[in-house]
């Protein structure tokens, strides 16, 4: 059942509604007008609140056997698809929670799925391979195996479909699943983010340093110093401001110029256990990031990545992840408790 608890918050946020689902909140997801977000738990949940008010509208428990483990939503359609340890990816209507499709990997983790920015091409990790289905369900091209488990996917303009694992970040023709290109670094990735026009790659790495490679020229570079490793980064809408994870603070890193290379990053300072999740707004340079002891923050910043605090709030668990409604002005965030909290955003 749903509760409507208010949580204390100061700056930019405002009211807004919190409820349960059956057990660790992995993952959730907003349609395109806010009308509904959609949460998976580990317990295999799936459930559809209603955006404005918080009530459940439906929720199929169990519905992954072992628990989900990833999310995404087309773009175009709404279409609500999630992946669980069952080696199935089940796609919801998220007005309903109809279940339009089922497709059965087999064997397998489905712990990375992403839709294409087009809403043509579902991509899914389950294991050392990558799946590609268009929207009727129906694969596209599964690749050979990768060096190791996949780690993380990423879309470059609906073109291409980048993966990640030790060793590499690959490049993939979506309509071929030709091998376009191969970027190599000695140790394993842990998580990747593209810029906006795909030309930047950046690399989280368990050596605990950021790597990054600009595509357009060949050339790479390292940023060390983390505490521990970098496993949450995001990219501004521009691709000009990159925010990394890898401890307590958050260090970002400016792309403009001749930047990051020589460029002092701006550093953010607030939460008290190290960052679990880090996402910027739609547009502008405004970030959300949670962490482990359940603070969730937002951030204002410069072209340069520095910045201030201008919003704040504390859930009862380590923050799981945050998504921004699409519009800019709501954001929810998921604890390991099952919460679901959301705030309205003021401009």
């Known amino acids: 059942m749903s509760t409507f608890t208010m949580k204390q918050r100061k700056g930019v946020t ?6 349960t689902v059956d057990d660790y909140a992995i993952a959730g997801a907003w349609t395109s007008n806010g009308g509904v977000l959609v949460v998976a738990d580990v317990a295999g949940g799936v459930f559809g609140f209603e955006g404005k008010s918080g009530k459940i509208r439906w929720a199929h428990r169990g519905a992954h056997g072992g628990g989900a483990l990833s999310m995404a939503i087309n773009p175009i359609t709404d279409q609500v698809s999630t992946g669980g ?18 497709i059965d990997l087999g064997k397998g983790w489905v712990e990375n799925l992403t839709w294409s920015a087009d809403g043509k091409c579902l991509a899914a990790s389950n294991s050392r391979r990558v799946h590609v289905y268009d929207v009727e369900g129906k ?9 190791s488990t996949v780690s993380a996917l990423a879309w470059s303009q609906s073109q291409e479909l980048a993966t990640a694992c030790y060793g590499q970040v690959a490049f993939f023709d979506v309509f071929s699943g030709d091998v376009t ?20 790659v950046a690399c989280g790495s368990q050596d605990n340093t950021v790597h990054f490679w600009r595509r357009s020229t060949g050339d790479d570079s390292m940023m060390a110093g983390y505490p521990s490793k970098p496993s949450y980064l995001a990219f501004d809408a521009k691709g000009s401001l990159l925010a990394t994870g890898g401890g307590q603070a958050i260090t970002v890193w400016s792309f403009q110029g001749d930047g990051p290379e020589g460029t002092r990053p701006g550093v953010l300072e607030a939460h008290l256990e190290p960052v679990t999740s ?29 910045g201030g605090l201008i919003g704040a709030s504390q859930l009862d668990d380590l923050v799981a992840g945050i998504s921004w409604r699409p519009d800019g002005r709501g954001l929810a965030a998921f604890d390991a408790r099952g919460g679901v909290t959301t705030w309205r955003v003021r401009s």
Request: with cysteine.
């Open 139 to 147: 694969e596209v091209w599964c690749s050979d195996d990768h060096p």
């Open 181 to 200: 290109q191969k970027l190599e670094w000695k140790g394993s990735l842990v998580s990747m983010v593209l810029s906006y026009d795909g030309d930047i």
């Open 85 to 102: 340890q069952d080696g199935r990816i089940l796609t919801w209507n998220p007005e309903t929670g109809a279940l339009s499709q089922t």
């Open 14 to 19: 405002a009211s807004g509604w919190s409820g």
């Open 278 to 306: 880090l996402v910027f707004a739609p547009k502008g340079r405004i970030l959300a990031s949670g962490a482990r002891d359940g603070s969730v923050a937002i951030w204002e910043l410069d072209n340069a990545g520095n």
